[in-house]
């Protein structure tokens, strides 16, 4: 069983930057891939960017290539996402979850965070 919480988010100018956290429970963190997927209102919750279990591969979709960064630190059980150049259209709920793949699709995470919002003003 792996509890996940988020934060970090919060309200931001376009332009600027945030860095969510996502702090996992259980010895088990460092043996699943991690994800960050999000929703908008009135939208399907879509795959942001993806990481190994050792952070030796990451995926992005191509909507935040170049501008947002994953990484995790496995000593203390926990992935981020550092977010730049935000812009109005990546305003949404940001969830984090555990799979035993890497993988962009949500079907295959076993365990989600409760999400944090993120707003981006113009």
């Known amino acids: 069983q792996v509890q996940l919480v988020e934060s970090g988010g919060g309200l931001v100018q376009a332009g600027g930057s945030l860095r969510l956290s996502c702090a996992a429970s259980?010895?088990?963190?460092?043996?699943?891939?991690m994800g960050w997927f999000r929703q908008a209102p009135g939208k399907e919750r879509e795959f942001v960017a993806a990481?190994?279990?050792?952070?030796?591969?990451?995926l992005y979709a191509d909507s935040v290539k170049g501008r947002f960064t994953i990484s995790r630190d496995n000593a203390k059980n926990t992935v981020y996402l550092q977010m730049n150049s935000l812009k109005p259209e990546d305003t949404a709920v940001f969830y984090c979850?555990?799979?035993?793949?890497?993988?962009?699709?949500?079907?295959?995470?076993?365990?989600w965070g409760q999400g944090t919002q993120v707003t981006v003003s113009s």
């Open positions: 979850a555990a799979s035993r793949v890497l993988t962009r699709g949500p079907l295959s995470y076993d365990y």
């Open positions: 259980g010895r088990t963190f460092s043996s699943y891939c």
């Open positions: 990481i190994s279990w050792n952070g030796g591969t990451t």
